[in-house]
């Protein structure tokens, strides 16, 4: 005869054991945080890293500010006369000048070229202050660089909102007083990525 007192026990038993193979399982299956999640019916993907844990391997990293760098007019005369297609007149004056304060002014500095570094402005004048033409100095940590020339009388050069560069010259009459030019012109200039183009020219009559 079957003893019934036991059948309880046991199968109390077998469910214990079946609660904690459950256990077993579940925390086998999540105890990794990367573990795999399924996205509709397709192939398991794996979870994507947390971004709490900084940047990934593959992104760029912040671009540094570049060092300033400063330049003299000594160091822009050496790269000019250093430069074989120079505009023979600006040779001329910078072969005989050595106080540099008496053929060169310091002009804007402007970003035209919207490089790391700037460019600047210095225009070519007599002894008398009488200015006959302007250069665009690229100036990088190598040392400075002409990136465009032109000649002109009275010259005023400004940097627009548009980065392009603003050229007011004088343009003389045969009876114009030497102060006083009978036609402003103001020319536009923008550096194309290769070289600096005219986009526009305008002539202005004096009072």
């Not at 109390?12 to 999640?37: F, I, W």
């Not at 993907?45 to 940047?55: K, Y």
């Not at 671009?63 to 006369?81: C, Y």
Request: overall charge positive; proline content about 7%.
């Amino acid at each position: 005869m079957r003893d019934t007192r036991r059948t309880p026990t046991l199968v109390r038993a077998c469910r214990l054991l079946v609660l904690v193979l459950a256990a077993v399982l579940t925390l086998s299956a999540c105890g990794s945080g990367e573990g795999l999640r399924v996205e509709g019916a397709g192939t398991p993907v794996l979870s994507a890293p947390s971004s709490e844990r900084g940047f990934l391997p593959t992104q760029a990293p912040t671009k540094r500010t570049p060092p300033a760098v400063t330049v003299n007019l000594a160091q822009v005369r050496l790269a000019l006369l250093g430069n074989k297609e120079l505009d023979p007149f600006f040779r001329t004056v910078l072969a005989t000048c050595f106080v540099f304060e008496r053929c060169m002014i310091r002009g804007p500095t402007v970003n035209v070229l919207q490089s790391n570094y700037p460019q600047l402005v210095v225009m070519i004048h007599t002894g008398d202050k009488f200015v006959y033409g302007a250069v665009l100095m690229a100036i990088e940590p190598r040392g400075p660089r002409e990136v465009w020339s032109l000649r002109g009388e009275r010259l005023k050069i400004t940097e627009s909102q548009q980065k392009d560069l603003v050229v007011e010259s004088g343009i003389f009459a045969v009876d114009d007083k030497p102060c006083c030019p009978s036609v402003t012109r103001v020319e536009i200039y923008h550096w194309n990525g290769r070289q600096m183009i005219k986009l526009s020219s305008q002539d202005q009559k004096g009072d």
